[in-house]
């Protein structure tokens, strides 16, 4: 594939997913928590009138995510009402993989309630799904198991692989000059992090590095498939994905990892975990230490599906005692979680100069500012505890 097709093919891919984004939330499964042990009224109804309107896990708009929604001129059975009678809970078919008859939650005023809708009884709070409650049980920043990364690190040094590289793996919030390149084109400011420096010196070169295993448009499984190979660098004959072509020109001892909005749109639950287990297994026989990473992402598309995704990652991360790097739970506390309104990129720090990183208040407001800083954290670990410890 020449450059200018790749070029092409990395348009029509961003396009793709704006249009994916542009058409609106997507309808998501929802498992119904609680309910009220009452038999609820069947003759309301709540009627759309005039615009679509969100079917949410939970009566807050601020606290629970989109799973479905009524369209104009749809109606949904009524099933009860919060305490404060300012939202229904409706039954509904939901669609996904966890499909099938389910309850949301409706905004009162947005609908127009007809039938006997009078004594309708009052149901507790769902609560959070349970990917919540686990998403935000593990911390940030991960606890390493420095003798299991250690093996893992010197079968690498028995392969050739550098000591001082790593790379990056993803999609277009990888591939980008706001994503750590600032770091070897000395274009930081480390703010209260100084005692980080020693590890953006130790791991000089990487981090401007261009991945051809972080690239516009790639999910989990494009990493092995051949397809999606370079191929003025990458042994097409041999069958070799992104991830083994960059690891083999490349040869870094760990890589940062991290997947979401091409894998919510174009891989299944099962598809996802499949892919990301086999690129650990390839990352695991090349002696390269794979660094797993949740993504953060909206509340209002495809939300229950990020959420079992991120999930999906914590589990196969603690299945293969690998670090994790939880960035899903660092953006909770970013403006608008650290994403641009409407779209799937990370925000970047307004600084004054292009591509700069600082860490002196933007780690608390820019998504890229709190990745770069995570991602460092996480290496400078790396470094100290597994590839030159004693």
């Known amino acids: 594939m020449s450059t200018l097709n790749r070029l092409l093919l990395k348009i029509i891919l961003s396009a793709i997913l704006v249009a994916a984004l542009a058409a609106g939330p997507l309808t998501e499964p929802v498992r119904a928590q609680g309910g009220s042990g009452a038999d609820p009224a069947p003759a309301c109804v709540a009627l759309s009138t005039t615009s679509n309107v969100n079917v949410r896990y939970g009566p807050n708009a601020d606290e629970f995510g989109v799973i479905g929604v009524i369209y104009a001129g749809q109606t949904l059975p009524v099933t009860g009402q919060n305490a404060a009678g300012d939202w229904y809970a409706v039954s509904f078919e939901a669609a996904g993989s966890l499909g099938g008859p389910r309850e949301g939650w409706i905004v009162a005023n947005a609908v127009e309630a007809r039938g006997v809708c009078d004594a309708l009884p009052t149901l507790p709070d769902p609560g959070q799904p349970e990917e919540i409650n686990l998403l935000m049980s593990i911390p940030v920043l991960p606890t390493l198991d420095a003798e299991h990364l250690r093996a893992i690190f010197e079968r690498g040094q028995s392969l050739g692989n550098d000591p001082?590289?790593?790379?990056?793996?993803?999609?277009?919030?990888?591939?980008?000059?706001?994503?750590?390149?600032?770091?070897?084109?000395?274009?930081?400011?480390?703010?209260?992090?100084?005692?980080?420096?020693?590890?953006?010196?130790?791991?000089?070169?990487?981090?401007?590095?261009?991945?051809?295993?972080?690239?516009?448009g790639f999910n989990a499984l494009s990493m092995l498939d051949p397809m999606w190979a370079d191929p003025s660098q990458c042994h097409f004959s041999d069958d070799e994905g992104p991830l083994a072509c960059e690891y083999r020109i490349q040869q870094p001892s760990a890589a940062l990892m991290m997947f979401g909005p091409n894998d919510m749109i174009n891989l299944t639950e099962a598809q996802y975990a499949d892919a990301l287990r086999d690129i650990i297994d390839l990352s695991l026989d090349r002696g390269v230490i794979p660094v797993l990473s949740t993504f953060t992402w909206h509340h209002d598309q495809m939300w229950f599906k990020s959420l079992r995704l991120n999930a999906i990652t914590v589990e196969i991360a603690q299945e293969y005692d690998l670090p994790l790097v939880n960035f899903w739970r660092a953006a909770q506390d970013l403006p608008n979680l650290g994403l641009v309104e409407g779209y799937t990129h990370l925000t970047a720090a307004n600084t004054g100069r292009l591509f700069e990183i600082r860490f002196t208040g933007e780690e608390e407001t820019s998504g890229y500012a709190a990745r770069n800083l995570v991602m460092l954290q996480v290496l400078d670990l790396l470094r100290t505890e597994v590839f030159t410890a004693d």
């Open 164 to 216: 001082h590289a790593f790379t990056k793996v993803g999609d277009c919030n990888t591939d980008t000059s706001y994503y750590l390149a600032g770091f070897d084109e000395d274009n930081y400011d480390l703010g209260p992090y100084a005692d980080l420096a020693p590890s953006i010196d130790y791991y000089a070169g990487s981090w401007e590095h261009i991945s051809l295993a972080g690239q516009v």
